[in-house]
């Protein structure tokens, strides 16, 4: 799709690649919408982006309030061409003190959250018969990882969604596109104390994402060695993937 000229809606814009992609996506001359809780930080991240942009706090676990921001979008600012549904939260599970709060709350935040910003803009891009929504899922979503027994299956269970949207919206006029990254620094990131490999920058992220935008790719994953190793890793039989997989829990 054009960027220039577009209005773009980005969730979980306060922080981290909802930021930084924020900044990408004015600095290519889109009208750009941002809606995260941190009312504050998300002021701050609007008021430094290098072209137009608005703050419009709101909670993705809260449907109605999702529907309230996207009308004001939609009234104040423009039709939404672009929805990046990106919010999402990472807490790393310890087995050994099993809690399925944990589980529940990245199910809620993170694919609920996702379903939440299609309740609020996929009627009217439908109305319209145009549009892309952008969802960012992970590479953790493709296979079990360390620590990741809340994280993994949300991921996993957006990225299933946003294939299967692909598959029936395309005829409608809507396009779909999945992001999934791998490390990228992030106040989420900062606090994990296991390996990281190939960790990039969340500025490197929101290029990558904004030319996969424009150059309409189904589906983007990087950095590089993720794209590469993600194809083997999703048929590498179980017994092999799980000692791998074990060594980064002894290296944490």
Known sequence: MRIRGSVAWITGGSSGI???LAH?????GARVAITARRAERLADVAASAP?????LPGDV??????EEVVAAVEANVGPIDLAVLNAGIWTQVDVRKWDSAIIREHIETNFMGMVHGLDAVLPRMLARRSGTIVGVASVAGYRGYTRAE????SKAAEINLLESLRVDLGPLGVDVQLVNPGFVRTPLTEANDFPMPFMIEAPDAARRIADAIEKGKAEAVFPLP???GMKLVRVA?????TAVSRRFVKAG
């Open 18 to 20: 909802g930021a930084a």
């Open 24 to 28: 990408e996506l004015c600095r290519r």
């Open 51 to 55: 072209g137009e942009a608005h703050a």
């Open 61 to 66: 676990r809260e449907p109605a309030a999702l």
């Open 150 to 153: 809340a994280y993994g299956p």
């Open 226 to 228: 993720y794209r590469v």
């Open 237 to 241: 039989p179980v017994r092999l993937y």
